[in-house]
T-cell receptor, first 114, second 115 residues
Framework: DAGVIQSPRHEVTEMGQEVTLRCKPI?????LFWYRQTMMRGLELLIY????????DSGMPEDRFSAKMPNASFSTLKIQPSEPRDSAVYFC????????????FGPGTRLTVL | AQSVTQLGSHVSVSEGALVLLRCNYS??????LFWYVQYPNQGLQLLLK??????LVKGINGFEAEFKKSETSFHLTKPSAHMSDAAEYFC?????????????FGKGTTLSVSS
């Protein structure tokens, strides 16, 4: 199995630009999670989906952030417009049943907003 | 609400020494507990998982953790540290395996191993 795939691995952009992060979960998994990791705040859950439906987006910091999961094999996290404080590593994870099942993490996308 | 507290943001040990990383949780119901490891520039990888079977859980790379309900703890140990164990370690908790419940992660503990 290829594991969770994220792209791009690194993204450098300027303030105000739109950023789209992509995730392909493990085949057969029906839950998908987006996390953000920073030195100051640690690992934060942004949003998660079960069977392509958003379950809890209370961690999304503000309206500039949006996430979609159009099908079982693809999800996007979009930031528009981006700000320097959005600089972080963004992780996608998937699991087979959601809830307390083991989550498998992707390698992350390191975002730098100048 | 659930929470996870990892005592000590940074732990330093010598190669061959005992590793002890502390984790305490708060949960109103019997929890599911996890330890993940993150190596530099990588995603998180599952070390071990407690799901109400045996209280002593063995994981990969020689790590193990013991669930102690009376102490609400799930500390991670390894008898003899290797240089390759240097990484960041995260404890996480969930109250349920049912859909609609996410994991809550602690803030992490960075383990340094010196020769």
């Amino acid at each position: 199995d290829a594991g969770v795939i994220q792209s791009p691995r690194h993204e450098v952009t300027e303030m105000g630009q739109e950023v789209t992060l992509r995730c392909k979960p493990i085949s057969g998994h029906n839950s998908l999670f987006w996390y953000r990791q920073t030195m100051m705040r640690g690992l934060e859950l942004l949003i998660y989906f079960n069977n392509n439906v958003p379950i809890d987006d209370s961690g999304m910091p503000e309206d500039r952030f949006s996430a979609k999961m159009p099908n079982a094999s693809f999800s996007t996290l979009k930031i528009q417009p981006s700000e320097p404080r959005d600089s972080a590593v963004y992780f996608c994870a998937s699991s087979s049943t959601g809830g307390g099942d083991t989550q498998y993490f992707g390698p992350g996308t390191r975002l730098t907003v100048l | 609400a659930q929470s996870v507290t990892q005592l000590g943001s940074h732990v330093s040990v010598s190669e061959g020494a005992l590793v002890l990383l502390r984790c305490n949780y708060s949960s109103s119901v019997p929890p599911y507990l996890f330890w993940y490891v993150q190596y530099p520039n990588q995603g998180l990888q599952l070390l071990l998982k407690y799901t109400s079977a045996a209280t002593l859980v063995k994981g990969i790379n020689g790590f193990e953790a013991e669930f102690k309900k009376s102490e609400t703890s799930f500390h991670l140990t390894k008898p003899s540290a290797h240089m390759s164990d240097a990484a960041e370690y995260f404890c996480a908790v969930s109250e349920s395996q049912q859909a609609g419940t996410a994991l809550i992660f602690g803030k992490g503990t960075t383990l340094s191993v010196s020769s």
